[in-house]
């Protein structure tokens, strides 16, 4: 068997050490998760990551059961679809409508469409040797979703110099993960294995750059994403020019003073009121 077999000791020895890895990887997120459950709120975290894990972890289940012979593939990747379940249905109890909403469509069109349109091809289209090969290739792309799928959280780092999104030990794992499974594949001659991996140890490496420069950085919040809208308070002073102060403060108006009228006041003013106009009316008379 291929990684296990006693002729491939440092192969069995990677396969193994890349399960331990892996699982390590896939036990990363608790800490997010665990602040999920505690704040009742998904926050700014996404579920795009989770779901595209799954996926790939189901495609490579099924890869190694067509290559056969596959048992590390097929153990860590088998692990790998219960975690990321339990994660999402974490995510879903806990998130906004709208975001439950575009977490069970992209489970449909992916981890249901998607992955049932590729299982029917292949066993329609192909046979032996080239099943295994075009599944191969369609790992391989996958995979490399999976490492690009928490780049999708680069952006707003930079915008808001800030990386509470962006756990430096699940970016750690990833590339010390991709490095051990890149050794393995390469031990038993699998490029559909090694591959992938040269791209996620790229990756995992620009995250945890990212994280150098911005863990220590002063979070500056766009102003769109502001809750309470910025004032802009104009103070002139004489013999200097005049300042902007911003605050969040906002003060209201004070209408003038209204006088009060009295009945009796009121009854009093109505009754000159008909005098004057009977006199007047004398008058035109």
Known sequence: MAGLS?????????????????FMTYLAPLPTFYQIYKNKSTGGFQSVPYVVALFSAMLWIYYALLKSNECLLITINAAGCVIETIYIVVYLIYAPKKAKLFTVKI????????FGLILLLTLLLFAGHHRVVALGWVCVGFSVSV??????????????????????SLSLSLTVSAVVWFLYGLLIKDKYVALPNVLGFTFGVVQMV????????TPRVPAKELKVPEHVVTIGKLG?????????EVHPVESPPTEEV????????????KVVNKGSNAENV
């Open 6 to 22: 006693l002729q491939h000791p440092l192969a069995f020895a990677f396969g193994l050490l890349g399960n331990v890895i892996s």
């Open 107 to 114: 489970m449909l069109l992916i981890n249901v469409g998607v």
């Open 147 to 168: 490492f690009v799928a928490p780049l999708s959280i680069i952006g707003k780092v930079v915008r808001t110099r800030s990386v509470e999104f962006m756990p430096f």
């Open 210 to 217: 990212l994280y150098a420069i911005y863990c220590n950085a």
């Open 240 to 248: 200097a020019p005049a300042v902007e102060l911003k605050t969040h």
């Open 262 to 273: 009295t009945e009796p006041e009121a009854a009093a003013a109505e009754e000159d009121g």
